[in-house]
C-alpha cells in the first residue's frame, strides 16, 4: 500500500501527465463520440429527472477506473457511478488507502442537452486530504491541474484567483432549488441583498475553474459528494482562494460538514458569503 507523501510526490511529479492522458484517452473512445450523438436508450434517470446517466458516464469511468489503478499500485478508485451501485464504495475516501476520486461527466444535464459545459474530474486524495486534481473539459480542450503546495494552472498558464473588483456585484452560482433542504433554501435567502448576483449552478467542476480564473467570485452549493468537490476545491485553493462551511471551517471531502458552503476567489469573499448565509451582516468586501 502506497501511503508515504515523498512516494504521493514522486507520483506526481513523474506521472502526472499520465492522468492527464487518462482524462484525454477516456473522453475521445467514450465521451465525445457520444456529445451531441446520445441515442434515447443511452440516458436514464437515476434519482430524479434532474438527476441524469448517460452510457458516457458508466463507460468512461470504467475506463479510467482500470487505468488509474494500474498507475498507482494500492490505490483504489471512488467513481460517482460505482457509488450508485453500491453506496459502500464511498467509505474508501475516510480509509488509509490513496484514492481516485472520479466524476466521468460532471455536468451531464448539459452534455444530455448538447451544451459543451461539462467536464471529467479526477481527484487524488487520501484520508481527507486531496494531493492533487485534474479538470478536463473536453468540448473546449481545456486541462486545469492543481497539486497541493504547487499551485493551479490552466493548459500550463498559472492560474490566480485575485479578488473581486471593489464596487462590483459578487457574481456567486448556487445550488439548483430542487437539491436544497428547506432550511438550505432560507440560508439563500441571504444573498438576495443589494451588491450579489447570484445565478443558477452549471457544471460545479467547470463552475471552480471559473472561480480560480477570476471570472466567477464564488459558489454557494448544498450538497456533499466528493467526487463533485475534491477536484475543483484544491483548484481554488491554489489559486488562492478559499471555502468555508457555515461553522466557519474548511469543508471536507470526507463528510459531515454544515451547508450550504462556499468556496470563493478570496478569505475575504468567503467570508462575506458566509456570513450572508448564516444572517449575520456582511464583512466588508
Wanted: charged share 25%.
Amino acid at each position: 500500500m502506497i501511503v508515504d507523501i515523498e512516494t504521493i510526490d514522486e507520483f506526481l511529479a513523474h506521472r502526472s501527465s499520465d492522468v492527464e492522458q487518462a482524462l484525454r484517452d477516456a473522453a475521445a473512445a467514450e465521451i465525445m463520440p457520444r456529445f451531441r450523438r446520445l441515442a434515447a436508450h443511452e440516458v436514464d434517470e437515476k434519482s430524479g429527472p434532474h438527476d441524469l446517466v448517460t452510457d458516457a458516464d458508466r463507460k468512461a469511468e470504467a475506463r479510467l477506473t482500470e487505468v488509474l489503478a494500474g498507475l498507482l499500485p494500492g490505490s483504489v478508485v471512488v467513481g460517482e457511478e460505482a457509488v450508485h451501485a453500491d453506496p459502500a464504495v464511498y467509505e474508501a475516501i475516510r480509509g488509509e488507502e490513496l484514492v481516485w476520486i472520479v466524476d466521468p461527466v460532471d455536468g451531464t444535464r448539459q452534455f444530455v442537452h448538447g451544451d459543451p459545459g461539462f467536464c471529467t474530474l479526477v481527484a487524488l486524495a487520501r484520508r481527507g486530504v486531496v494531493y492533487a486534481s485534474w479538470t478536463y473539459a473536453p468540448a473546449r480542450d481545456q486541462m486545469a491541474t492543481a497539486v497541493r503546495g504547487r499551485g493551479a494552472f490552466l493548459d500550463g498558464e498559472r492560474l490566480i484567483s485575485g479578488s473581486p473588483d471593489q464596487g462590483s456585484d459578487l457574481r456567486i452560482a448556487t445550488s439548483h432549488p430542487d437539491y436544497t433542504t428547506d432550511e438550505q433554501k432560507r440560508a439563500l435567502l441571504g444573498l438576495r441583498t443589494e451588491g450579489v448576483r447570484p445565478r443558477p449552478c452549471g457544471s460545479a467542476g467547470l463552475e471552480y475553474l471559473a472561480i480560480a480564473r477570476g471570472l466567477l467570485d464564488g459558489t454557494v452549493f448544498s450538497w456533499e459528494a466528493a467526487w463533485d468537490h475534491a477536484a475543483g476545491l484544491l483548484l481554488v485553493e491554489e489559486a488562492g482562494g478559499a471555502h468555508l462551511t457555515l461553522t466557519g471551517e474548511p469543508f471536507r471531502i470526507t463528510g459531515g460538514n454544515a451547508l450550504p458552503f462556499t468556496t470563493a476567489r478570496d478569505a475575504a469573499t468567503a467570508r462575506r458569503v458566509t456570513d450572508m448565509l448564516s444572517g449575520g451582516t456582511p464583512t466588508a468586501p
